[in-house]
């Protein structure tokens, strides 16, 4: 009866049989071709970086914290635009360039008589002033746990809202009005006018809510210790 003899498979002598093998290939690949694969290897690198990068901010920029970020950035960002709107009531000069002919002059940014005239002093604060009530009724009417207001107060607060909206609308529409202008201009306006009136309650309730979620993850991880 013939011997039969089986032969043991030693997987570093194939890895490496693979390795060489892989090598030899690369070495008589065409250059045009190598080019290509180096490339594609380039390419697909640089996209998949891109899309990490892209998901990585997002996931930190919906955590609490990111929130707390965003509302931060939107409130002082629709400070700035509500600003604009009553400082060109006071005085009829822009102060931001978006969606304007004329501006005021660029000059008077350097000046300390801008800064501290009453004309931008009372629209700062007209513009905080209103927009924080605006917060208020927002967050007591949305998230009724972070206002922390008895019911009378939340009634109190939405009708002063209200009448905030109100005045804001109508300043903010002869400010920056839409009649006359192309749909797209028209468009862009009437979305322009929208973050002037939204933002700044957006971005400070977005901060209140992610403000009270910071504290109770803090205080539930305390309770659990």
């Given at each position: 009866?013939?011997?039969?003899?089986?032969?043991?498979?030693?997987?570093?002598?194939d890895r490496l049989?693979?390795l060489?093998?892989?090598?030899?290939?690369?070495?008589?690949?065409?250059?045009g071709a190598?080019?290509?694969v180096?490339?594609?290897r380039?390419?697909?690198?640089?996209?998949?970086?891109?899309?990490?990068v892209?998901?990585?901010t997002?996931?930190?920029?919906?955590?609490?914290?990111?929130?707390?970020?965003?509302?931060g950035?939107?409130?002082i960002?629709?400070?700035?635009?509500?600003?604009d709107?009553?400082?060109?009531?006071?005085?009829?000069?822009?102060?931001?360039p978006?969606?304007e002919?004329?501006?005021?002059?660029?000059?008077?940014?350097?000046?300390?008589?801008?800064w501290?005239?009453?004309?931008?002093?009372f629209?700062?604060?007209?513009?905080?002033?209103?927009?924080?009530?605006?917060?208020?009724?927002?967050v007591?009417?949305l998230?009724?746990?972070a206002s922390?207001?008895?019911?009378?107060?939340?009634?109190?607060?939405?009708?002063?809202?209200?009448?905030?909206y109100?005045?804001?609308?109508?300043?903010t529409?002869?400010?920056?009005g839409?009649?006359?202008?192309?749909?797209?201009?028209?468009i862009?306006v009437?979305?322009?006018?929208l973050?002037?009136?939204?933002?700044?309650e957006?971005?400070?309730?977005?901060?209140?809510?992610?403000?009270?979620n910071?504290?109770?993850?803090a205080?539930?991880?305390?309770?659990e210790?």
């Amino acid at each position: 009866m013939a011997r039969t003899i089986r032969r043991i498979n030693n997987p570093a002598k194939d890895r490496l049989s693979y390795l060489e093998k892989s090598e030899a290939a690369n070495r008589i690949t065409p250059f045009g071709a190598k080019f290509i694969v180096n490339a594609n290897r380039v390419i697909f690198k640089g996209i998949g970086s891109i899309g990490l990068v892209i998901v990585t901010t997002a996931e930190n920029l919906l955590s609490p914290n990111g929130c707390l970020f965003l509302g931060g950035v939107c409130a002082i960002a629709g400070l700035v635009i509500s600003t604009d709107t009553y400082y060109q009531q006071i005085t009829g000069v822009p102060l931001l360039p978006f969606f304007e002919e004329t501006w005021i002059d660029p000059v008077r940014y350097r000046q300390a008589s801008f800064w501290f005239s009453f004309q931008f002093i009372f629209s700062s604060l007209m513009s905080l002033v209103v927009d924080w009530i605006q917060s208020l009724a927002l967050v007591s009417n949305l998230v009724p746990k972070a206002s922390k207001l008895t019911k009378t107060q939340k009634m109190i607060v939405t009708r002063i809202g209200l009448f905030a909206y109100a005045v804001e609308l109508l300043f903010t529409f002869s400010s920056r009005g839409i009649a006359g202008l192309d749909t797209y201009r028209k468009i862009s306006v009437f979305l322009y006018n929208l973050g002037s009136i939204f933002g700044a309650e957006a971005g400070f309730a977005l901060a209140a809510v992610s403000k009270e979620n910071l504290e109770k993850a803090a205080r539930e991880a305390k309770s659990e210790e």
